[in-house]
């Protein structure tokens, strides 16, 4: 999917699950986009293409990134490091919700280094359900503000 649908969809998961909290939000969308670091035309490859060039070289698109393990090793390290749990959580949501979404457009290598990929669908990159699907993460964020708003003017 687009680099726009890969913030958005954790952007508004996280909104849901933290009450909008806006570093909360913000964490799970930057991590949205980290797993296409293996794509040097990517948003965040086009960033640090020093990086995205070699993991590609290495690893090929859609593979080591775009994989469970990725998931579990920075989830992990997040711990380790002592970034709150919080935190990691909206990694974990950025990162999981990536795989999900490329999952839908082709596949990915979700077991590697097995080989095998995980294929939800086939959907263009750019198409409809792109489209569809960012709309409906600006839905997620925008209910949790709403709902959020709804508390601050008139508190129970
Ligand atoms: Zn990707």
């Given at each position: 999917?687009?680099?726009?649908?890969h913030?958005?969809i954790?952007?508004?998961?996280a909104?849901?699950?933290?009450?909008?909290?806006?570093?909360?939000?913000?964490?799970?969308?930057?991590?949205?986009?980290?797993?296409?670091?293996?794509?040097?035309?990517?948003?965040?490859?086009?960033?640090?293409?020093?990086?995205?060039?070699?993991?590609?070289?290495?690893?090929g698109?859609?593979?080591?990134?775009?994989?469970?393990?990725?998931?579990?090793?920075?989830?992990?390290l997040?711990?380790?490091?002592?970034?709150?749990?919080?935190?990691v959580?909206?990694i974990?949501?950025?990162?999981?919700?990536?795989l999900?979404?490329?999952?839908?457009?082709?596949?990915?290598?979700?077991?590697?280094?097995?080989?095998?990929?995980?294929?939800i669908?086939?959907?263009?990159?750019?198409?409809?359900?792109?489209?569809?699907?960012?709309?409906?993460?600006?839905?997620l964020?925008l209910?949790?503000?709403?709902s959020?708003?709804?508390?601050?003017?008139?508190?129970?």
């Amino acid at each position: 999917m687009s680099g726009r649908t890969h913030v958005l969809i954790p952007a508004g998961i996280a909104a849901i699950l933290f009450d909008s909290d806006p570093l909360l939000v913000l964490t799970a969308g930057i991590a949205g986009l980290v797993p296409d670091i293996d794509e040097p035309y990517s948003v965040i490859g086009q960033r640090l293409w020093f990086l995205a060039w070699w993991i590609k070289y290495l690893c090929g698109h859609r593979t080591m990134s775009h994989s469970l393990l990725m998931v579990g090793v920075v989830s992990v390290l997040g711990l380790l490091v002592l970034i709150p749990p919080v935190y990691v959580c909206a990694i974990a949501i950025g990162l999981g919700s990536h795989l999900v979404l490329d999952g839908l457009s082709g596949g990915v290598q979700l077991w590697w280094p097995s080989k095998q990929r995980w294929v939800i669908g086939q959907y263009p990159i750019y198409g409809t359900t792109d489209r569809l699907l960012m709309v409906g993460g600006m839905l997620l964020f925008l209910v949790s503000w709403w709902s959020r708003m709804q508390s601050v003017v008139s508190p129970q």
